[in-house]
């Protein structure tokens, strides 16, 4: 499930910015997150899963409770606007490498 | 993973600058730009195919490109003028998105040798207004967004 680490793609759900937004002003128990949520409390917890597994958020033992925090550096990659635009250039560049390397000039 | 490629875009200026080194001689990187048949494999990707409709690399020349994805539909075309069209050293071209509102930007590309086997792309971009740049500096991430996001519901209703 590496699909799931990637950080842009964890933000691509509203629901999973609605929580990144929820738990920035305060740590919260998966409780506390769902209970903002009109939708089912385990559709809430896989996605604050899918936020933990990608490291946005970070749980914290606190007696028989976890709770959730925001991982600030992991939030700064999002901030970066620029990361995906220069993973676009990157990838094409990479590929024209691949390509210059196996050229054969027609004779 | 580190990337190779530098994006510099500061703040509240309208141009931008890509660079990166590659493990090619300066006239291979040189021809990856100037054969259309050669472009269209780079800029390829498993979702969008590219092809180069029109590729008159001189100067005052003409190019104009397209993008279709996996069904044949066109994504996105663009065009522009070469300005200057030096072998190994530089190109200096246009470009504009077809039928979107990102005006028209200056290209600036650099082509440097550092050893036979090694040379560097230096490309200056400079778009029509400060918020144009952000626009276009934005515009990568939302398809990949939306794609992630059809995958993401495909993985979580085979989850529930």
Redesign the interface.
């Known amino acids: 499930m590496n ?2 680490r ?1 950080v ?2 964890a933000i ?2 509203p629901t999973r910015r609605a929580i990144l937004l929820l738990v920035a002003s305060q740590t919260m128990t998966a409780g506390a997150i769902a209970s903002n949520f009109d939708t089912a409390r385990p559709t809430v917890s ?1 996605h604050i899963q899918i936020l933990t597994e990608c490291e946005l958020l970070r749980q914290e033992q606190s007696g028989r409770e976890i709770y959730y925090h925001l991982n600030p550096n992991k939030m700064k990659e999002i901030a970066n ?2 990361e ?18 196996n ?1 054969k000039p027609k004779k | 993973m580190e990337l190779k490629t530098k994006v510099i875009a500061e703040d509240g200026k309208q141009e931008l600058t890509i660079t990166r080194e590659f493990d090619l001689p300066v006239e291979l990187l040189f021809k990856a730009h100037a054969e259309p048949e050669l472009i269209e494999q780079w800029m390829s990707n498993p979702y969008a195919t590219s092809k180069m409709l029109k590729f008159e690399g001189k100067k005052h020349g003409s190019y104009q490109q397209q993008s279709t994805d996996a069904n044949r539909k066109v994504v996105f075309r663009a065009n522009g003028t070469f300005h200057d069209f030096i072998p190994n050293k530089k190109i200096t071209r246009t470009f504009e998105m077809e039928n979107a509102p990102l005006g028209v930007q200056l290209e600036l590309l650099n082509f440097e040798k550092l050893t036979d086997n090694t040379s560097k792309l230096t490309t200056h971009v400079i778009y029509e207004s400060v918020a144009i740049r952000d626009q276009v500096l934005k515009t990568p991430f939302a398809p990949g967004l939306s794609m992630a996001h059809d995958r993401m519901q495909e993985i979580m209703s085979k989850l529930k």
């Open positions: 699909l799931r990637d842009f793609q691509a759900d896989k606007f620029i995906p635009f220069r993973k676009m250039w990157d990838d094409r560049f990479n590929k024209l490498e691949a390509v210059m390397r050229y």
